[in-house]
């Protein structure tokens, strides 16, 4: 299984950005998909999850700015960001997995795939 996230790039305080990952592989309708988001000397961060029953959750700070989506005939995981913030800044990771429990969606250790990450930058 292979991630390739795109999108990134620089925006300004209350714009809009839009993540996407491409997913390769087999299985894709059964894995939970994440967007992780990680700024230097700190740990990997959850944003957002999407399970196979398209059931979302999100991080308390981008709960109401942030929309997680999949589309289960392109392979893809979205993220619109909306509402940005500066301390949105930072690099933007999905991943996806097949056997995750609930109680472990936003822990980073969980999931087996990661993509290699794309930098979102958000200018004050």
């Known amino acids: 299984v292979q991630l390739q996230a795109s999108g990134g790039g620089l925006v300004q305080t209350g714009g809009s950005l839009r993540l996407s990952c491409t997913v390769s592989g087999r299985g894709f309708r059964q894995y939970t998909l994440g967007w992780f988001r990680q700024t230097p000397g700190k740990e990997r961060e959850f944003v957002a999850a999407?399970?196979?029953?398209?059931?979302?959750h999100y991080a308390a700070s981008v709960k109401g700015r942030f929309t997680i989506s999949r589309d289960n005939a392109k392979n893809t995981v979205d993220l619109q960001m909306s509402s940005l913030k500066p301390e949105d800044t930072a690099v933007y990771y999905c991943a996806a997995d097949s056997r995750i429990i609930l109680s472990s969606i936003s822990i980073p250790d969980q999931y087996d795939y990661w993509g290699q990450g794309t930098l979102v930058t958000v200018s004050s």
């Open positions: 999407i399970r196979y029953s398209s059931t979302t």
